[in-house]
């Protein structure tokens, strides 16, 4: 069954846009993406939903631009005129935003007023969802909510604090369909390889291989709250299906450390994680964030969103997929087919 809606994804070649392109093609939609121009290839994880020009019945296309670029977006916007626009583009690890906060500032939080004001200009009926994030919380004492204080702790969460506001600005000031998702922790196999949890089920496909010996991690005792993100990006395309325009947070509720996580990652494949992961302090951030847990009570009520995939799970998931991807290295990548340019 078809649908004639159009949306474009900000972000589409991260986790996130991966998994949202994913669901909008199952869904009917046709799907447009923005991609920053590279030397080489950098579409690896929506490679799998490659349709050629010459496919008559083509539903997802790539465009070039970026989001520091706003008369590209203005323009972009324009010729596409989508029924919704996700941005999920960021610089968006926590950790490099201190060796990178200018950058951070500009691409994360100045990125997004670019884009509405591109909605807001040329196709102000859009729905505009933007991609919030639980760092904005900080310091703040969880469990964390749609009514929490922000208390940002790091230049990646004092973007997300303006990108937040400055969206409910747009609605408010000009009417737009604009929303917050503010998610909390979301991993998954397309996880990227610097983020802990993936950096932890990586190390753990590794070491099972007899290819190394050693992780080094920082802080163990940070707590978070990790969901799935397939499951997330479902919560991201309910909130633009609502009637009115809200902010909603989307979480498990579950509190887990880094070194539970360690231990259901190493234990799935009959290892102690004692006996291979060392500290080093150039992990720690400038200033930590202790403990972020939801409570998406909200979205449960109001979109009938609720995660089913649970930290452990999560892990088991992870490190399954690292072992698999470890054994299939090498193997074929030349024969798949890629996305060759924009437009």
Same mark, same amino acid.
Request: proline residues 4%; without cysteine.
């Given at each position: 069954?078809?649908?004639?809606?159009? /949306?474009?994804?900000?972000?589409?070649?991260?986790?996130?846009?991966?998994?949202?392109?994913?669901?909008?093609?199952?869904?009917?939609?046709?799907?447009?993406?923005?991609?920053?121009?590279?030397?080489?290839?950098?579409?690896?994880?929506?490679n799998h939903l490659y349709q050629g020009p010459q496919d008559a019945d083509r539903r997802?296309?790539?465009?070039?631009?970026?989001?520091?670029?706003?008369?590209?977006?203005?323009?972009?916007?324009?010729?596409?005129?989508?029924?919704?626009?996700?941005?999920?583009?960021?610089?968006?690890?926590?950790?490099?935003?201190?060796?990178?906060?200018?950058?951070?500032?500009?691409?994360?939080?100045?990125?997004?007023?670019?884009?509405?004001? /591109?909605?807001?200009?040329?196709?102000?009926?859009?729905?505009?969802?933007?991609?919030?994030?639980?760092?904005?919380?900080?310091?703040?004492?969880?469990?964390?909510?749609?009514?929490?204080?922000?208390?940002? +702790?790091?230049?990646?969460?004092?973007?997300?604090?303006?990108?937040?506001?400055?969206?409910?600005?747009? +609605?408010? /000031?000009?009417?737009?369909?604009?929303?917050?998702?503010?998610?909390?922790?979301?991993?998954?196999?397309?996880?990227?390889?610097?983020?802990?949890?993936?950096?932890?089920?990586?190390?753990?496909?590794?070491?099972?291989?007899?290819?190394?010996?050693?992780?080094?991690?920082?802080?163990?005792?940070?707590?978070?709250?990790?969901?799935?993100?397939?499951?997330?990006?479902?919560?991201?395309?309910?909130?633009?299906?609502?009637?009115?325009?809200?902010?909603?947070?989307?979480?498990?509720?579950?509190?887990?450390?880094?070194?539970?996580?360690?231990?259901?990652?190493?234990?799935?494949?009959?290892?102690?994680?004692?006996?291979?992961?060392?500290?080093?302090? +150039?992990?720690?951030?400038?200033?930590?964030?202790?403990?972020?847990?939801?409570?998406?009570?909200?979205?449960?009520?109001?979109?009938?969103?609720?995660?089913?995939?649970?930290?452990?799970?999560?892990?088991?998931?992870?490190?399954e997929a690292d072992i698999k991807l470890l054994e299939n290295s090498g193997k074929d990548?030349?024969? +798949?087919?890629?996305?060759?340019?924009?437009?």
């Amino acid at each position: 069954m078809t649908n004639s809606k159009k /949306a474009l994804i900000l972000g589409i070649t991260g986790q996130d846009g991966s998994y949202l392109a994913e669901l909008l093609l199952e869904k009917g939609y046709e799907v447009h993406g923005l991609i920053r121009r590279s030397s080489s290839f950098n579409t690896e994880r929506i490679n799998h939903l490659y349709q050629g020009p010459q496919d008559a019945d083509r539903r997802i296309f790539l465009h070039y631009g970026d989001l520091s670029d706003g008369s590209r977006l203005v323009s972009l916007v324009a010729s596409i005129q989508p029924d919704e626009v996700y941005n999920l583009g960021a610089q968006s690890h926590v950790r490099v935003s201190f060796d990178e906060p200018e950058y951070t500032a500009d691409v994360t939080g100045l990125g997004s007023v670019r884009l509405l004001e /591109a909605v807001r200009l040329v196709s102000p009926s859009s729905k505009f969802y933007q991609a919030s994030s639980s760092e904005m919380f900080g310091a703040s004492a969880p469990p964390q909510n749609e009514e929490t204080i922000f208390y940002p +702790r790091s230049p990646y969460g004092a973007a997300k604090v303006y990108s937040y506001w400055i969206t409910r600005n747009y +609605r408010e /000031a000009y009417g737009l369909f604009a929303v917050n998702g503010i998610l909390f922790n979301h991993e998954s196999p397309r996880r990227g390889e610097t983020f802990v949890t993936r950096k932890i089920t990586r190390a753990v496909a590794r070491i099972k291989a007899g290819q190394d010996n050693k992780l080094y991690l920082g802080n163990l005792d940070a707590v978070r709250d990790w969901g799935y993100a397939p499951e997330y990006v479902e919560g991201m395309w309910r909130m633009l299906q609502v009637d009115k325009p809200d902010d909603f947070v989307l979480a498990t509720g579950t509190a887990s450390t880094v070194r539970e996580f360690l231990d259901w990652s190493f234990s799935f494949v009959g290892l102690d994680w004692r006996n291979y992961v060392e500290f080093d302090s +150039r992990y720690l951030r400038p200033t930590e964030v202790d403990a972020l847990i939801g409570d998406a009570s909200k979205a449960k009520t109001e979109l009938k969103w609720e995660p089913k995939v649970l930290p452990e799970e999560l892990a088991h998931i992870m490190v399954e997929a690292d072992i698999k991807l470890l054994e299939n290295s090498g193997k074929d990548w030349i024969d +798949r087919p890629k996305f060759e340019s924009g437009d």
